[in-house]
């Protein structure tokens, strides 16, 4: 490609509201241009590079017995309401009505869709094990969408579906696609990890998230260095401190006037912030038959520990969370600052698994400016749910060794589902087995999003003076800059390395050579070749690869032939990036 006729241009700044390298590379260099709020157009280039990471996951999906199929991106509503998906997603669902007045879906993924085609394709077992997989858009209306697209509300995403007889099944190809998706990202350069997860939306027994390890990440990791286990801090686990047992002492009020906070009771009180119970209120959207109510969860967890608002969507099964107004929690008698669940009525109440553990906590007392000392659980309240509830800190002890934990902040990559029958049970998907008895359909999900991945990647490869790409998704192999005197016989020699097979971006362009050099770096393409006068007074082409400083020159009867060489030099080490690695469940 001749950059004269290329439908994009560099530029000297970044926009505005771009915070982090990867974003404004990818807009400098003409890669991405925005249309609107989490919306992205790829440019040629950056078409490119996702048209390579894209072919990079089709390999790996079939050599895993993986078939492409096309999936609609507008679904009926209806196959979403035999989930209860439909229901049970809140606004990040793009919901529309279509001329005739149907409820359709634009699909943020398609276990609905899968699950549609099993019931009407499979019916013994047969025909299975089976993986299906497609790379399709998605729009998920993210109400943050930010980092250009690391977080965005349309986006191409990898999505495969794995069907099975049994849970052995399901576990093998669970399995094959841990493997597989290490697989890809070291095939792209860039390092992950696997971590455990929460299953959200999508249901099931298990789940893995792939991080890109990075401090612009938004998910909080926790990790033992002791025996490994990682988790993401929304599912993450930990030892709990055992709780001091005591004699239970009578209740008793006492004044705390301008005493709002748990670092200010227990200063007040001269007791570690262990002994107190802090009260959160949170709205939750929970579903009740076909129908969206509110209702208003008091979590109760220990004052020296935080809660973990995903454990507590969970463990009441909320659509969305938000925090409670002071009208809404005064509603239930309770008062902001000095609230406890101590004789209150029409709220959802949920402690913490370590609070019946806890005696003589100090509470509110539902009163302004008082607390109540000595408040016991089972005596003076009661839980309708009593779970973990608690967020894992730095420093807390790992669920498996005990050994403290550190964190880490990553960026989502990709991640895998164990499904069970979550789907087949409710959309009828399915067979007969060997006995002739019907038997659900065993699911697995596992995706990957494609943007997203190419930012991490220009994440992960920059310097000061723009990207430096691998060479397995590189736009280009080779970017081919002609400078005065040396323009006829750089005509000839991209002809020549186009012909040899090679991608050649060909800076013909009437500009100086500061700016053709500044574009190249910051363009990021790995090998770079100036024919200018110099070199042609040397009888060659200079070389410089844009992971080096150091040039040299290369004859011009060889260039083709060292290209070669150089080429399958630079795949080999990536190639030899991918390994095997131990599953860890």
């Not at 019931?119 to 077992?125: A, L």
């Not at 323009?487 to 020549?496: N, S, T």
């Not at 013909?508 to 024919?531: M, S, Y």
């Amino acid at each position: 490609m001749k950059m004269s006729h290329l439908f994009s241009q560099t530029l000297r700044d970044a926009p505005a509201d771009a915070e982090i390298a990867s974003h404004k590379l990818l807009v400098r260099a003409g890669f991405i241009r925005q249309l609107g709020a989490g919306i992205y157009t790829k440019m040629p280039m950056g078409k490119r590079v996702s048209d390579k990471i894209e072919q990079i996951i089709r390999e790996e999906m079939d050599a895993i017995g993986g078939q492409e199929l096309s999936m609609p991106v507008i679904n009926p509503a209806d196959i979403w309401k035999e989930t209860k998906r439909w229901y049970q997603i809140g606004s990040e669902m793009g919901r529309f009505t279509d001329r005739n007045g149907r409820d359709m879906v634009l699909a943020m993924t398609h276990e609905e869709v899968v699950g549609d085609l099993v019931r009407k394709e499979i019916h013994s077992y047969r025909q299975l094990p089976i993986l299906v997989y497609h790379l399709q858009t998605k729009w998920r209306d993210d109400p943050r969408p930010r980092a250009g697209l690391i977080r965005v509300r349309e986006f191409v995403m990898k999505d495969s579906y794995s069907l099975d007889v049994d849970e052995e099944g399901l576990d093998k190809q669970y399995r094959a696609h841990y493997q597989a998706y290490f697989n890809i990202f070291n095939r792209c350069n860039l390092p992950s990890a696997a971590v455990l997860a929460d299953v959200g939306m999508m249901g099931g027994s298990m789940s893995h998230e792939y991080m890109y390890l990075t401090p612009i990440g938004e998910d909080t990791l926790l990790i033992c260095d002791a025996c490994g286990y990682t988790a993401n801090r929304q599912i993450a686990l930990f030892q709990k401190p055992e709780a001091v047992k005591e004699e239970m002492k009578e209740k008793e009020k006492v004044a705390t006037p301008g005493v709002t906070s748990i670092e200010d009771l227990a200063k007040f009180l001269d007791i570690p912030a262990s002994k107190t119970a802090k009260a959160v209120f949170m709205m939750a959207t929970l579903m009740e038959g076909d129908e969206d109510v509110e209702k208003l969860v008091f979590a109760v967890v220990r004052g020296d520990m935080d809660v973990n608002e995903t454990k507590l969507a969970n463990a009441i099964k909320a659509k969305e969370l938000r925090p409670a107004h002071d009208e809404e929690i005064a509603a239930v008698g309770a008062v902001p600052g000095y609230a406890s669940p101590m004789g209150l009525k029409g709220v959802l109440v949920v402690v913490d698994d370590l609070i019946p553990a806890s005696n003589n906590l100090v509470a509110g007392a539902n009163e302004e400016g008082f607390h109540v000392l000595n408040v016991n659980y089972g005596r003076d309240f009661e839980a309708d749910i009593v779970t973990d509830l608690v967020v894992a800190e730095e420093g807390s002890a790992c669920p498996k060794c005990g050994e403290a934990m550190t964190t880490s902040r990553g960026v989502e990559i990709g991640n895998i589902f164990k499904l069970g029958t979550r789907y087949s049970d409710s959309l009828g998907c399915t067979f007969l087995d060997k006995d002739g008895k019907e038997k659900p359909v065993i699911m697995g999900s596992y995706g990957i999003g494609v943007g997203r991945l190419l930012a991490s990647i220009a994440e992960e490869h920059n310097d000061d003076y723009g990207l430096i790409w691998p060479i397995s998704v590189a736009p280009y192999h080779i970017h081919l800059v002609a400078l005065k005197g040396g323009e006829e016989q750089a005509d000839k020699l991209y002809q020549e390395l186009m012909d040899a097979g090679f991608e050649v971006l060909y800076d013909d362009r009437a500009e100086t050579p500061g700016v053709k050099f500044n574009d190249a770096d910051l363009i990021g393409v790995p090998i770079r070749l100036t024919v200018s006068k110099r070199s042609l007074e040397q009888d060659g082409v200079e070389l410089k690869l844009r992971l080096e400083k150091d040039r040299s020159v290369v004859a011009l009867a060889d260039v083709a032939a060292e290209m070669k060489t150089l080429k399958q030099q630079l795949e080999d080490e990536i190639k030899a990036k991918v390994v095997t690695v131990p599953f860890d469940a």
